[in-house]
């Protein structure tokens, strides 16, 4: 792994989530209408369910407690995954104001899901920003010091249960090497690029191999090319 690894400072973390939530909310503020309804870069999810989703990110057991007993379908859910984006299609049915002020609330608090270390909460907002932005024609900056933690994260806790909510691209086999930060990861044919676009891909975002180099880069293109 990247061979400045270690448990990153809990006060940088927090700052950075702070910072994405800020850059966040700002850039929902300016879409329209239309653009709020358009498709985002997870399937199924349109850019306000993907906003929506963002404010779920400070729930405690009591909290999903409440939620299931307000909304006992959530429990025909099948599968995490299918839990998740069920819970942020009915939180999508606010007001616009009213989910970018939500987003915004979250600045400054410390409070995070159950189960999620920190790093998973800025790892979600940072994926999930460009999730909005990407499909919109948007430039949202990925700031290397924040894509950095949530790569290393990522990459650490990638099979365990949290691994499972991402689309899993065939990354073994592949070696992948920022550019613009100090993390390298893998055997084989290189990928590199912004370790940004580098937390695209392992969170299963095949359109970073749009910002990807290498000969590992184009073999991964080819593998995974649409049928």
Not at 197 to 212: D, H, K, Q, S
Request: hydrophobic share 40%.
């Amino acid at each position: 792994m990247r061979s400045d690894a270690g448990t990153p400072d809990l006060d940088v973390v927090w700052s950075e989530i702070d910072d994405q939530r800020l850059r966040t909310a700002a850039m929902l503020e300016g879409l329209t209408d239309e653009q709020w309804e358009q498709p985002s870069l997870c399937e199924g999810w349109t850019v306000r369910h993907v906003a929506a989703h963002l404010t779920l990110q400070r729930q405690h057991l009591t909290d999903v407690v409440r939620l299931l007993a307000h909304h006992p379908s959530l429990l025909r859910s099948h599968g995490l995954n299918r839990m998740i984006h069920d819970s942020a299609v009915l939180e999508a049915a606010r007001p616009t104001h009213e989910i970018i002020t939500r987003i915004r609330s979250g600045i400054g608090s410390r409070r995070h899901n159950s189960f999620i270390a920190p790093p998973g909460t800025l790892s979600d907002s940072l994926v999930h920003a460009q999730d909005i932005a990407i499909p919109l024609g948007l430039d949202l900056e990925m700031r290397p010091t924040a894509a950095l933690i949530a790569v290393d994260h990522i990459w650490a806790t990638r099979k365990g249960w949290t691994g499972a909510v991402f689309r899993q691209l065939p990354l073994e086999g592949y070696r992948l090497v920022a550019t613009d930060a100090r993390w390298s990861v893998g055997t084989g044919p290189e990928i590199t690029g912004p370790v940004g676009a580098l937390l695209l891909l392992v969170t299963g975002r095949r359109v970073a191999l749009t910002w990807l180099q290498g000969d590992g880069a184009a073999q991964l293109t080819m593998q995974t090319q649409p049928a």
